[in-house]
């Protein structure tokens, strides 16, 4: 997308909106919109909308067991304050990883879900390391409760959080021995990041003094595998007077014992390259990954500034993103290659796959979720390393990186076979219904105002004319309009007609199955 030179407005849009406009923020802000979810926000204004977005949602109730293989977890009931159990932990990361995707395919109208998935990818931890289900729950209620709340407090939780200590050494940092894992991982990816590098090891944001003293303030917590707990000890922290560089006036830590930690926290978010860093990792998510030096001073720093002056209250910056001019500009709007959960979610959700009224039928197919998002190479929990997927910051390319000729055809499998044989578990179907469909675009026996409404509910933009020729060619192949409406009314007439409902069926579900196969629909 050529963007170099053109001016950028922050301002907020006007009017009220459109379906296409709430098609754009909700694709960007849920996992895959459903048309209802859509048609619900046409017609309001954006503050109204933005309000809905933002709105704080109760905690859900934990993940439960759902294997007769873990002995100690009745099913149905949760695992999340047991001791560790290293024999039966599989399980249990298993149940984990299943509740966070039955928190995404099961979301409201809420910004929640693609945030906790967001502050993820940047206070990163990976599931297989830490190797202990209660700490990885632990972790993620973090996120939850601070997702849309304040960047500051979400520091200071996961400075101490069990997972994190395990994840980054925390747990092994004394005052013998400091360990600088967190200290560097504070400073370059979670907050303030590096800057332009002035010397050796030296950056304008921060130096390599500043990571051996962040270390020394970071000393003396420890995890507890029977409580779930972090807990401090005095005889392990470094009590000396920690000094910083000129990046951060010279600023003296004294020994504050349990409380340290939180004197660097806020040293680090007094300095304004803090918020201006986390807007970048936040406009890459919700926006699009170029940042020019247009885009950078006329959106990221207005941003900054907003969320700087709200002392890391994250709301208003969003507010402020979301309703932007820029965030609903057309050059925008499908310029995202969906991420896999992204995908993989967003087809349950837009067509509207309905799920078994046997919780375990769910989780079980949730894990098929996890592992059809895995094949196309994001691993839910586990990001590849502690800077995260590099599709939100490996320069040049970016989101192109998700679409290869390893996760193109992981990605037509799994809408294949969501329109063909479905995913069966205990005798459940997880399958899309066509006619589903096809009663949510208005008039089923016009080939045109089917199309288009097939394509309302599942693409991001409006098919072209070769687009829609396309898909009337699979649809009638060479046939005149009026043979599926002749098609269609004599279904109607008598829905009970297996043969009927068949043959309509296997042409809907072709026509969906090749929406769900073009490139727009990888977009959002």
């Not at 170099?4 to 907020?12: D, F």
């Not at 969906?338 to 039928?361: H, Q, W």
Request: hydrophobic share 35%; charged share 20%.
């Amino acid at each position: 997308m050529e963007t170099t030179g053109k001016t950028y407005s922050i301002e907020p849009i006007s009017g009220n909106l459109d379906f296409g406009q709430s098609r754009h923020l909700l694709d960007r802000c849920l996992f895959g919109a459903k048309k209802s979810e859509i048609d619900s926000l046409v017609g309001k204004d954006i503050s109204t909308v933005i309000n809905t977005l933002l709105q704080k949602i109760d905690i859900p109730n934990p993940p439960v067991g759902y294997d007769v293989l873990d002995p100690d977890v009745p099913i149905g009931e949760t695992w999340v304050n047991l001791a560790y159990n290293s024999d039966y932990n599989i399980y249990r990361r298993r149940s984990f990883r299943c509740w966070w995707i039955s928190q995404m395919m099961l979301q409201s109208v809420s910004l929640v879900e693609k945030m906790v998935l967001l502050w993820h990818n940047h206070f990163v931890t990976e599931i297989e390391v830490v190797d202990v289900a209660p700490f990885n729950y632990q972790y993620n209620q973090v996120l939850r409760a601070n997702a849309l709340g304040n960047i500051k407090q979400m520091a200071y939780e996961i400075v101490i959080d069990p997972a994190m200590l395990v994840y980054l050494n925390g747990e092994s940092n004394k005052a013998s021995a400091p360990n600088e894992n967190f200290g560097r991982e504070l400073f370059e990816l979670f907050t303030i990041g590096k800057g332009p590098l002035i010397t050796d090891g030296n950056y304008t944001n921060y130096t390599e003094a500043d990571i051996r003293e962040a270390a020394k303030v970071l000393t003396g917590w420890k995890v507890d595998r029977t409580t779930n707990k972090s807990y401090f000890t005095d005889t392990r922290h470094d009590q000396t007077t920690k000094v910083f560089s000129d990046a951060f006036g010279k600023t003296s830590i004294q020994n504050y014992g349990a409380d340290e930690y939180k004197l660097l926290v806020d040293m680090i978010f007094s300095q304004k390259e803090t918020a201006r860093n986390l807007v970048r990792k936040i406009y890459r998510w919700l926006m699009y990954y170029e940042i020019n030096p247009e885009i950078e001073s006329q959106i990221i720093e207005p941003l900054a500034t907003t969320l700087f002056d709200n002392n890391y209250e994250v709301k208003p910056m969003l507010a402020q993103l979301l309703s932007s001019q820029h965030f609903f500009s057309v050059d925008y709007q499908g310029s995202q290659i969906k991420n896999p959960m992204d995908f993989t979610i967003g087809v349950y959700r837009k067509c509207e796959i309905p799920l078994s009224a046997v919780f375990k039928d769910n989780y079980e197919n949730w894990l098929e979720v996890y592992y059809s998002s895995k094949s196309m190479e994001m691993i839910l929990g586990d990001p590849p390393d502690v800077a995260g997927w590099p599709e939100y910051y490996k320069a040049p390319s970016f989101y192109e990186l998700w679409i290869n000729s390893s996760t193109v055809p992981q990605r037509t499998t799994y809408t294949d076979t969501l329109c063909g044989s479905g995913i069966t578990k205990n005798g459940f179907k997880f399958v899309i219904d066509p006619f589903v469909l096809t009663g949510m675009t208005g008039d089923p026996s016009n080939v045109t105002a089917l199309l288009n409404g097939l394509a309302q509910i599942i693409l991001p933009v409006q098919l072209n004319d070769a687009q829609f020729n396309l898909l009337k060619e699979t649809l009638i192949p060479g046939l005149p309009d009026s043979t599926w409406t002749f098609e269609w009314i004599k279904y109607i007439s008598n829905p009970t007609d297996t043969t009927q409902k068949t043959l309509i069926s296997k042409k809907l579900l072709a026509v969906i199955k090749a929406m769900l196969r073009m490139p727009e629909f990888y977009l959002s």
